[in-house]
């Protein structure tokens, strides 16, 4: 998906000044959420990189020096690129796991690196369900809620997605079980905690959806009881981490149908609000490409989720900082997330502090590096 090309357009030296000249920013205050002490209300979103080794899932020094280049410049909370919790959840190559004792290795240099900067690291647990293809899952078929093909190819493989097999009730608590060890598995190799993947139509999701799931057991049936699934993952990390070091990540956006929005957005909100905190959640991110897009009663999905929601929002979408400035002011968000740019600018923050331009995201230079 591309860059909203007006983020660049709208983020230009008069906004950085506005901010650096003006009272002291939220945006680079300390803030304390959940277990962690970040040094500014920023977030480095997830981002998938497809630096791992292909057939390990095992990352490597080029990775550790990466996210380290974040930490060092200030980046409050980093989320890492999605780490699935299972071969079966893999859905590109060169995506990495948390599920060997060789894979946790690996990380250890990563969260060393950015420990040794002062930064704060969360893993992204992951599993794409049937945004997959066999040749990726361990000539398995993908999982999935309903044995229904998404439209679309997998991403980087250029190849259709896989018609998926039904899950079992046994390979629901299994599942629930490797988002769990996986989380456990983060916290060894030095992670602060971890966000659940669970947006973008992305297998959590896929249960969320009626696209996707049309089931008539307990994970089935209306809005309320299909996020059943979401809540046994939820309940199974916060009982194996705690929920102070648990996010979890929720959207209306499909992969593989970009253009989706629940037909009643407040509704929808307030039932994915309830239902976190059933499961005991006390930190959401919201995840949405257009930020400032009004919803329902003139608000954004963000304001929607901050009207039935009191614990702590991470928010995202093609966010600048003035948006982003403007939202922790309001209190809609307590940290601003940020993607793109920072792929193209590992000093993000000090550019921002210092009225510096951005460098533009550039997929033909910026795609396939790690800068």
Same mark, same amino acid.
């Given at each position: 998906?591309? @860059?909203?090309?007006?983020?660049?357009?709208?983020?230009?030296?008069?906004?950085?000044?506005?901010?650096?000249?003006?009272?002291?920013?939220?945006?680079?205050?300390?803030?304390?959420?959940?277990?962690?002490?970040?040094?500014?209300?920023? !977030?480095?979103?997830?981002?998938?990189?497809? %630096? !791992?080794?292909?057939?390990?899932?095992?990352?490597?020094?080029?990775?550790?020096?990466?996210?380290?280049?974040?930490?060092?410049?200030?980046?409050?909370?980093? =989320?890492? @690129?999605?780490?699935?919790?299972?071969?079966?959840?893999?859905? $590109?190559?060169?995506?990495?796991?948390?599920?060997? #004792?060789?894979?946790?290795?690996?990380?250890?240099?990563?969260?060393?690196?950015?420990?040794? @900067?002062?930064?704060?690291?969360?893993?992204?647990?992951?599993?794409?369900?049937?945004?997959?293809?066999?040749?990726?899952?361990? $000539?398995?078929?993908?999982?999935?809620?309903?044995?229904?093909?998404?439209? /679309?190819?997998?991403?980087?493989?250029?190849?259709?997605?896989?018609?998926?097999?039904?899950?079992?009730?046994?390979?629901? #608590?299994?599942?629930?079980? #490797?988002?769990?060890?996986?989380?456990?598995?983060?916290?060894?190799?030095? %992670?602060?905690?971890?966000?659940?993947?669970?947006?973008?139509?992305?297998?959590?999701?896929?249960?969320?959806?009626?696209?996707?799931?049309?089931?008539?057991?307990?994970? /089935?049936?209306?809005?309320?009881?299909?996020?059943?699934?979401?809540?046994?993952?939820?309940?199974?990390?916060?009982?194996?981490?705690?929920?102070?070091?648990?996010?979890?990540?929720? *959207?209306? &956006?499909?992969?593989?149908?970009?253009?989706?929005?629940?037909?009643?957005?407040?509704?929808?909100?307030?039932? %994915?609000?309830?239902? +976190?905190?059933?499961? /005991?959640?006390?930190?959401?991110?919201?995840?949405?490409?257009? %930020?400032?897009?009004?919803? !329902?009663?003139?608000?954004?999905?963000?304001?929607?989720?901050?009207?039935?929601?009191?614990?702590? =929002?991470?928010?995202?979408?093609?966010?600048?900082?003035?948006?982003?400035?403007?939202?922790?002011?309001?209190?809609?968000?307590?940290?601003?997330?940020?993607?793109?740019? &920072?792929? *193209?600018?590992?000093? +993000?923050?000090?550019?921002?502090? $210092?009225? @510096?331009?951005?460098?533009?995201?550039?997929?033909?230079?910026?795609?396939?590096?790690?800068?």
């Amino acid at each position: 998906m591309a @860059e909203n090309k007006e983020l660049f357009e709208a983020t230009g030296i008069s906004t950085w000044r506005k901010l650096q000249d003006g009272p002291e920013s939220k945006l680079f205050e300390p803030v304390k959420i959940g277990a962690w002490s970040l040094r500014t209300r920023t !977030a480095m979103a997830p981002m998938t990189r497809c %630096f !791992a080794d292909d057939k390990t899932g095992i990352v490597g020094d080029d990775v550790a020096r990466y996210y380290r280049k974040r930490a060092a410049d200030g980046i409050g909370l980093i =989320i890492s @690129e999605g780490i699935v919790v299972s071969p079966r959840g893999k859905g $590109n190559p060169g995506v990495p796991g948390l599920y060997t #004792q060789e894979q946790i290795e690996g990380w250890k240099k990563v969260t060393e690196a950015v420990h040794a @900067e002062g930064g704060t690291i969360i893993a992204q647990i992951w599993h794409v369900g049937r945004l997959s293809h066999h040749e990726l899952t361990g $000539n398995l078929p993908p999982q999935a809620p309903s044995a229904i093909r998404a439209e /679309g190819h997998v991403a980087r493989f250029r190849k259709p997605y896989d018609t998926p097999e039904e899950m079992t009730a046994a390979d629901i #608590q299994e599942l629930a079980g #490797q988002f769990a060890q996986a989380a456990r598995n983060a916290i060894e190799a030095g %992670f602060d905690g971890v966000e659940i993947h669970g947006a973008h139509g992305y297998l959590i999701d896929q249960f969320n959806s009626d696209a996707s799931n049309r089931r008539t057991d307990r994970y /089935g049936g209306d809005l309320a009881q299909r996020l059943t699934l979401t809540k046994e993952v939820l309940k199974a990390v916060i009982d194996a981490i705690g929920s102070d070091r648990t996010l979890i990540r929720f *959207s209306a &956006l499909k992969v593989d149908d970009p253009d989706y929005m629940w037909p009643d957005p407040d509704g929808a909100i307030r039932t %994915f609000t309830e239902a +976190f905190r059933e499961a /005991g959640a006390t930190m959401i991110h919201p995840s949405t490409m257009h %930020f400032t897009r009004i919803l !329902a009663d003139g608000k954004t999905m963000h304001q929607l989720v901050r009207k039935y929601w009191d614990g702590v =929002i991470v928010g995202v979408g093609t966010l600048n900082p003035e948006t982003a400035e403007q939202a922790l002011a309001e209190g809609t968000i307590d940290v601003a997330a940020f993607g793109r740019p &920072l792929l *193209s600018n590992p000093d +993000f923050i000090h550019r921002v502090k $210092n009225g @510096e331009p951005l460098e533009e995201y550039d997929a033909k230079k910026h795609h396939g590096v790690l800068v």
